[in-house]
Structures are given as structure tokens and as C-alpha cells.
């Protein structure tokens, strides 16, 4: 189902347990929510509570790349 630019997983590390799990992303949040922007404010808003500290640890890094990371797409010139 996924086409160009995605794998349809994310990967979550615990710092503080040291483990890692993968998960599938779900088709419809990379429909909804493009890149990795998109991604990363979809995630914080559903598992972050606000007023959360912004280093304390029940907080998330969030590393997420878009579609086109990797690619020449954005380079191209535009006739």
C-alpha cells in the first residue's frame, strides 16, 4: 500500500528501559498527516499531555523524516 518515500514503520526506542519495538504506521495517518511534521505533531498531540516539561522524561524525541527525504525531488528546477 505504500508508494514512494514511506515503509510504513515506525520505530520507538525507551531511553530509559533500553528497548526498542517496531510498528507498522498506519495507512491512514500517512494519508492525513504528510511527512515527517506532519507525523511528529500527530504523535506529540496523542501522547503528550500539555503542560508536560519539555526535558523531563515523560516527554518524546521525535526524529521523523518525509517523503521525499533522500530523493532530488526538491532540487529540481522548475521550468
Request: hydrophobic residues 35%; proline residues 5%; contains cysteine.
Amino acid at each position: 500500500m505504500y508508494q514512494v518515500g514511506y515503509t510504513g514503520k515506525v520505530l520507538r526506542i525507551d531511553l530509559t528501559n533500553r528497548t526498542a519495538r517496531e510498528e507498522q504506521l498506519p495507512v491512514e495517518m500517512a494519508r492525513d498527516f504528510i511527512g515527517g511534521a506532519g507525523f511528529g505533531i500527530k504523535y506529540l498531540f496523542d501522547e503528550v499531555k500539555a503542560g508536560t516539561d519539555a526535558l523531563g522524561p515523560e516527554n518524546k524525541l521525535i526524529f521523523a523524516s518525509g517523503p521525499f527525504t533522500g530523493t532530488h525531488y526538491l532540487c529540481q528546477r522548475i521550468p
